[in-house]
């Protein structure tokens, strides 16, 4: 069992560390340092303040706009993810255009549209989930609050490998237990020498009987030969002093075939076949 704790906890180890390599931390730094300059553009203050941000528009959306999204956020990413940023690229092409006109008050316009205010709130989110050290600002309104509380899109990804793990470990679990019942099982079945004096229990008699070439699930019995056993008869059998419930499956004028209700531990086998060897000891 411990193995498999151990090869479960080894693989969420990997993936994590996998999911940490596959992403291009420099490109998500980019749109990082893209959205951050929007948000500051979006709340303009002063002519120089908007010269310099318009220079990282440009610089940072000279960068990102030709980058393969599969490479940039892993290929484990959700494609709602990869259009996220897809959109974001496409709306600061529209707002590079608008910067150009060199005009500030027209950019209100831009940041005031709908689907490019939902998607900048929620590409910080995806940006604040991603395993890499960002800095930077963000909106702070009502909308973006209950964005980030709602949870990360990221989420999704941790509950399929979350389950896939669930799914292994189950997997080994079952490949073990069942791996554990065919050697109990082959156990069972395997049939030992014995010469084991002992009693049992017909039609409310007791009788002298004698146990031979036993097994986990049944043995052979040498009956009294004024108590034989009738083939199906339900008989009760002391071994190591608890009585068995056994029914008869063969039988003839000496031997009948015993098989046990409920299986012997292989514990119980090896001291019954281990008694005759060392009464055999004693004897030579």
Known sequence: MKPLLHFATLLLLLIGQAA??????????????????????????????????????????????????????????????????????????RLLARIEQGDPARLRAHFADPDRKRNMETLIVYLRS????????????????????????????????IIFLAAVVTAGLLAWLAQRYRRKQKRRARRYTANYATTYRWNNADFAGLLMDISGRGSKLKHHPDAPLELGASVHILILGEWKSCSIVWTNAHYSGILFEQALRHKSVQKIHKAQLIRQGRAA
Request: hydrophobic residues 40%.
């Open 20 to 93: 940490k390599a596959e992403v291009n931390c420099t490109a998500i730094a980019a749109f990082d340092r893209l959205h951050d300059a929007q948000v500051r553009l979006n709340d303009y203050q002063t002519p120089a303040r908007f010269d310099l941000d318009a220079s990282i528009v440009r610089a940072e959306l000279a960068y990102v706009r030709d980058l393969d999204l599969a490479t940039v956020l892993g290929s484990n990413s959700l494609v709602q993810n990869k259009q996220v940023f897809a959109r974001f690229t496409a709306h600061s092409e």
């Open 130 to 161: 991603l395993p890499c050290n960002l800095t930077g600002v963000s909106f702070t309104n009502n909308t973006m609050e209950q964005t980030v509380g709602s949870g990360s899109p990221f989420e999704i990804d941790l509950k399929e490998v």
